[in-house]
């Protein structure tokens, strides 16, 4: 029944790794969300994908690269962590309408609380 | 630069009390607000505002947004320990990206 749902919860992990992040919907939405939340809980948007298309790459290190296989998965791998990396990254999705003017509200996942040591 | 702004940073009430959360935001193309409550996990979705002057409710919560000022609040009522939790707010504009409050942390003690 969920309807976004990311793994894994948690990932620790050293410094120069690569790793990855899974995302999917069952919401028939057709736009989905990176955002990485820090500790002061400051939610940043880092990618969006709508219908398998990126349509917004924020100022993100070129070592995360998003992937959409199809409209209901986004998932981001990571390369070369660094400690920085750390925080919290919620997927999302919604639904955008075209000429309307206004986008349905996110739906966010848990949250996948990255630790790089 | 367009950004929303949310006061107080961080709240201590006791159960019962009522709280106003506020929320104001520099933009253009305003199209839409959004408040979120944040406990320990994702950020579940309150309400969205695209007129001025309409209240909306749920409960106990309320919001309601003035376009004209540009400032949105939300209402909490006789507050639970339940309601604890960081209250955020997004303003949706032309573009599809949410531009995101810091967020109000609220603590309600028995």
């Known amino acids: 029944d969920t309807a976004v749902s990311q793994t894994p919860k948690y990932l620790v992990t050293q410094m120069g790794n690569d790793k990855s992040i899974k995302c999917e919907q069952n919401l028939g939405h057709d736009t989905m969300y990176w955002y990485k939340q820090d500790s002061k809980k400051f939610l940043k948007i880092m990618f969006s994908?709508?219908?398998?298309?990126?349509?917004i790459n924020e100022t993100v290190p070129n070592r995360f690269s998003p992937k959409s296989p199809d409209k209901a998965h986004l998932n981001l791998h990571i390369n070369s962590l660094e400690l920085g990396d750390s925080a919290v990254y919620f997927c999302a999705s919604s639904q955008v309408n075209p000429g309307r003017r206004v986008n349905s509200p996110l739906h966010f996942g848990n949250g996948t609380r990255l630790t790089v040591t | 630069e367009d950004k929303v702004v949310q006061s107080p940073l961080s709240l201590v009430v006791h159960e019962g009390d009522t709280v106003t959360l506020n929320c104001s935001y520099e933009v253009t193309n305003f199209r839409s607000l959004l408040w979120y409550k944040q406990e320990k996990k994702a950020p579940t979705f309150l309400f969205m505002l695209?007129?001025s002057g309409i209240e909306k409710k749920s409960g106990r919560l309320s919001s309601i947004l003035d376009k004209k000022e540009l400032f949105s609040i939300l209402n909490i009522t006789a507050t639970q320990t339940g309601d604890s939790a960081v209250y955020l707010c997004a303003w949706n504009g032309n573009n599809r990206k949410l531009i995101w409050g810091l967020g109000t942390s609220l603590a309600v003690n028995p």
């Open positions: 994908y709508n219908n398998k298309e990126l349509i």
């Open positions: 695209t007129s």
